[in-house]
């Protein structure tokens, strides 16, 4: 029998290509190629009760994983995988960029996207709202029942990024109970054109051709509108 290392513990053994931990180091992801993303249930103390040994894995058809990563508070997994017309179940078109619930495993949302990157989807610090950087556009959804609730519109724009943690918002004093989230974005430079970092502030800076549906009642207040 296998045994650990002195001061640490085997929590799975097997062809393993990758593996993550939750950020509040509760559970420990694993990708083992032969079987799919295998989930460690880290809560408990008991080194039995960490340790897998199940060949079960907690993401169905995601032997062909290659990326993953967790959302700010570790509520959802992301994932990519290479591009496929066909998947386990002879389903076509599904998206291979695929939103997990790390609680129960069950998919969420799927979106296509070829380049090998995790980074066009990015959850808001308190994991309220997804934003998913398209082709011109940054579509933004409440990540609760992903219905879309806002864009920003850039022509061009390349990546984008929203902070992990909660900062002090630089700009006016927001009112009580208004969320609100800063966000950079990057369009490179092209043809004699320089490249260009914006920062936007959801829902009510996002730039000139960018909409949402969260609306202020009081239209009298500047710090409100959309710039």
Same mark, same amino acid.
Not at 86 to 105: H, Q, R, Y
């Given at each position: 029998?296998?045994?650990?290392?002195?001061?640490?513990?085997?929590?799975?053994?097997?062809?393993?290509?990758?593996?993550? &931990? #939750?950020?509040?180091?509760?559970? +420990?992801?694993?990708? *083992? +190629?032969?079987?799919? @993303?295998?989930?460690? %249930? &880290?809560? #408990?103390?008991?080194?039995?009760? +960490?340790?897998?040994?199940?060949?079960?894995?907690?993401?169905?058809?995601?032997?062909?994983?290659?990326?993953?990563?967790?959302?700010?508070?570790?509520?959802?997994?992301?994932? =990519?995988?290479?591009?496929?017309? &066909?998947?386990?179940?002879?389903?076509?078109?599904?998206? $291979?960029?695929?939103?997990?619930?790390?609680?129960?495993?069950? /998919? /969420?949302? #799927?979106?296509?996207?070829?380049?090998?990157?995790?980074?066009?989807?990015? =959850?808001?610090?308190?994991?309220?709202?997804?934003?998913?950087?398209?082709?011109?556009?940054?579509?933004?959804?409440? +990540?609760?029942? =992903?219905?879309?609730?806002?864009?920003?519109?850039?022509?061009?724009?390349? #990546?984008?990024?929203?902070?992990?943690?909660?900062?002090?918002?630089?700009?006016?004093?927001?009112?009580?109970?208004?969320?609100?989230? /800063? @966000?950079?974005?990057?369009?490179?430079?092209?043809?004699?054109?320089?490249?260009?970092?914006?920062? /936007?502030?959801?829902? %009510?800076?996002?730039?000139?051709?960018?909409?949402?549906?969260?609306? %202020? $009642? %009081?239209?009298?207040? *500047?710090?409100?509108?959309?710039?």
């Amino acid at each position: 029998s296998k045994k650990p290392s002195q001061g640490g513990q085997i929590l799975y053994a097997g062809k393993t290509t990758f593996h993550l &931990l #939750s950020p509040n180091g509760s559970a +420990a992801f694993i990708h *083992d +190629a032969s079987v799919g @993303l295998i989930k460690c %249930d &880290l809560s #408990s103390t008991t080194t039995a009760s +960490a340790t897998s040994t199940t060949k079960t894995p907690f993401l169905q058809n995601s032997k062909a994983i290659q990326l993953a990563k967790c959302s700010p508070r570790g509520s959802y997994l992301l994932t =990519w995988e290479r591009p496929s017309k &066909l998947d386990d179940n002879n389903n076509s078109n599904n998206g $291979n960029l695929k939103v997990w619930s790390a609680a129960n495993g069950a /998919l /969420l949302q #799927s979106f296509s996207c070829k380049k090998a990157t995790l980074e066009t989807v990015q =959850w808001t610090h308190d994991e309220q709202c997804v934003f998913h950087c398209v082709t011109n556009e940054i579509h933004i959804y409440a +990540a609760n029942d =992903w219905k879309r609730v806002g864009k920003v519109r850039s022509q061009g724009v390349a #990546s984008f990024s929203l902070p992990a943690h909660k900062g002090i918002d630089p700009n006016a004093t927001v009112k009580s109970g208004e969320k609100k989230y /800063l @966000l950079t974005t990057f369009v490179p430079g092209i043809k004699g054109k320089p490249a260009r970092v914006d920062m /936007l502030r959801y829902p %009510d800076r996002m730039g000139r051709d960018s909409s949402s549906t969260v609306v %202020d $009642n %009081d239209s009298s207040n *500047d710090e409100n509108k959309v710039v």
